[in-house]
């Protein structure tokens, strides 16, 4: 199949075949560990808050407003998750950013079989302020939105019938930009224009996005989503971006 035909789920799939070449599992172990230590503690923070919440409620409201718990309950479970989904990934992809845009290197090095100048170990921590200040980019770009997403949720009856569509479509392209960006940003291209990029291919970018948010909703598969994610990704800017934007930074033949 051409590389012009393949859709961004085919993209992510191809993920779970790269992860296991000889020259790519070692880069994959350590955002693995990663996302299982994060997802541990972010588990166990959430189950013991809701749990407080939920005692507190029962002793707050008076026995008359007892169908008061059953409304709240709901819109306060939902609100705990998405606050520690938030903590959680935001805090992972922090951590694990220098990790995954060297999975990307050579994710993209093994698929081209052509290595990226990125220079020596001091070269690399060097870089570690541009790399966490890319994240920061990626979450001034994520609160805002996911705020407003958030606010159609409390108008009632359409905010609850629009709220999980909408919120799905959103973080399938927050998917997109959180996991295409990694290749992007080892060639330097701009915050800005990789965004530019992924909306040319809104089809391409959002399918890929969806299959990354589908999967991650899997119990123990959403362990190795983000190394999967990080490798299709990889495959996709091979495929249709690196060409446009190739630079200074693909060593010279």
């Keep these: 199949m051409s590389s012009a035909s393949k859709s961004g789920i085919q993209y992510f799939m191809d993920g779970f075949s790269l992860i296991k070449q000889p020259g790519l599992r070692r880069f994959v172990v350590v955002p693995l560990l990663v996302n299982l230590a994060l997802f541990s503690g972010a588990l166990m923070l959430a189950v013991k808050y809701l749990s407080q919440l939920m005692q507190w409620i029962d002793h707050a409201v008076p026995s008359w407003l007892d169908w008061i718990s059953f409304v709240l309950w709901p819109l306060l479970i939902i609100a705990v998750l998405v606050v520690f989904s938030f903590i959680f990934s935001s805090i992972m992809n922090w951590i694990a950013a220098p990790f995954n845009g060297l999975l990307a290197e ?22 570690l302020p541009r790399v966490f200040g890319r994240e920061w980019q990626k979450l001034k770009y994520y609160l805002p939105r996911a705020l407003l997403v958030l606010v159609l949720f409390f108008i009632p009856l359409v905010g609850q019938t629009l709220f999980p569509v909408i919120w799905f479509l959103f973080s399938a392209w927050m998917m997109a930009i959180q996991y295409c960006d990694y290749p992007f940003d080892n060639h330097k291209v ?8 992924l909306k040319q291919t ?16 899997i119990p123990i598969v959403n362990f190795i989503v983000m190394p999967v994610a990080i490798c299709g990704a990889t495959a996709m800017w091979v495929d249709k971006y690196r060409e446009v934007y190739r630079n200074q930074r693909v060593a010279p033949e």
């Design 106 to 127: 050579k994710a993209e090095q093994l698929l081209t079989g052509k290595p990226l100048y990125t220079g020596g170990a001091m070269d690399a921590v060097k870089d």
């Design 190 to 197: 701009a915050f800005n224009d990789m965004k530019f990029a």
């Design 202 to 217: 809104k089809g391409s970018s959002m399918s890929f996005g969806i299959a990354v948010t589908l999967f991650s909703m």
